[in-house]
């Protein structure tokens, strides 16, 4: 039993190991919307796949363990009751989040910003246009909504104010993208997969402590052991598979990246992304606010999430003056040149702003579909 799980572990890291390293390089290295959609495609399999293997291998270890007490069906009502958990707690916040958005950030419908995503809307192909509504703040846009709710785009005051109105037209273009992708829905089946191999982990590690403890017998504490071990094994395959879905939501903000050029123009992109960058970096309470907000626990990916990574840099020196002042393609040049590492992305659902303005650089030139 033991090589048995040796093996998985081992098989299980290499092909993480292995999506981690191919993908991304696939994306850099061929600039065309095959590549991207591969990158995406082979993630995606990697987490499904995986994270089911996963959960099935260790379930049965655990009701083979269980069969040996006699308890096979305690085990196979424990597996099903995590499942069911995860499933309903993650589909209550889902189908609810639309409604405590609006209320959390006490977002207003605004005619002049409902004109522009119509607009945009209309200009991407939208037979029906989001609503659009104005929430106080530090710059920032998200694409949120279900089947139930609609959909909606929220654009912060403070965003219209930094931004020209064809820089708004790519940001709005943006989230429209969220949404004609599904990466609401879709980041949420895939976040539903590490999450039940760490409930269900923590579930195995509470069992082994249970059956070590009830009985001196040999079958008692073995099985304890084995709840122990899977569940180690459960918690860290989810971190793992957790850091596989945050390289996959970066892909899909590339992809977002994408719908916004392609309605609003690549250049008017980046000077969004630029005057984000440098509001942001000096600026330590939007920081703050961002780091703190709980539109990541509703299933709401954010257009200024990069910013609320720790582990983001500085890249360039703070420009003077207002942010409507600095001549922000000055900027957008200098952080065409910036190089960037793999540990400030490691942890962040969006990729750094030099790697998108240097992505938005080859799909002008080699435009792709979004």
């Not at 099985?223 to 395959?237: H, M, R």
């Amino acid at each position: 039993m033991a090589s048995i799980m040796i093996a998985y572990i081992i098989g299980m890291l290499v092909m993480i190991l292995g999506a981690y390293l191919i993908a991304p390089r696939v994306a850099r290295r061929i600039g065309s919307r095959l590549s991207l959609r591969l990158s995406m495609i082979i993630l995606g399999a990697v987490i499904l796949v995986g994270g089911v293997s996963a959960l099935l291998f260790l379930a049965g270890l655990t009701l083979a363990a269980l069969g040996i007490q006699g308890d096979a069906l305690t085990g196979l009502f424990v597996v099903l009751s995590v499942v069911l958990f995860v499933l309903i707690l993650n589909g209550i916040t889902y189908l609810i989040s639309p409604w405590m958005i609006n209320l959390m950030y006490r977002a207003r419908r605004d005619g002049d910003l409902q004109r522009i995503v119509d607009e945009v809307a209309y200009q991407a192909g939208f037979k029906k246009p989001p609503k659009a509504v104005v929430v106080e703040g530090p710059p920032n846009a998200f694409a949120y909504g279900n089947f139930l709710a609609g959909r909606w785009v929220a654009v912060s005051s403070e965003m219209i104010r930094i931004t020209s109105e064809n820089e708004l037209k790519a940001v709005i273009g943006h989230e429209l993208g969220h949404h004609k992708h599904g990466d609401n829905a879709i980041m949420l089946f895939m976040g539903l997969i590490p999450s039940t191999l760490y409930y269900f982990g923590l579930m195995l590690i509470q069992a082994s402590f249970y059956y070590s403890g009830m009985s001196s017998s040999r079958d008692r504490s073995s099985g304890g052991i084995v709840f122990l071990a899977a569940g180690v094994v459960a918690i860290v395959l989810s971190f793992l598979l957790q850091i596989l879905v945050l390289a996959f939501s970066r892909l899909r903000e590339y992809y977002a990246d994408a719908h916004g050029a392609k309605v609003a123009g690549a250049r008017s992109m980046q000077r969004a992304l630029a005057k984000l960058h440098v509001y942001y970096n000096f600026n330590r309470y939007a920081k703050s606010a961002i780091s703190e907000s709980k539109l990541k626990a509703l299933f709401i990916y954010a257009f200024t999430e990069a910013f609320a990574n720790p582990y983001y840099p500085a890249y360039l020196p703070r420009p003077p003056g207002d942010i409507r002042d600095i001549d922000i393609d000055d900027v957008i040049e200098e952080l065409r040149r910036v190089n960037t590492s793999s540990p400030e992305e490691f942890f962040s659902t969006h990729p750094p702003i030099p790697k998108r303005i240097r992505f938005l650089d080859e799909i002008e030139a080699r435009p792709i579909k979004a």
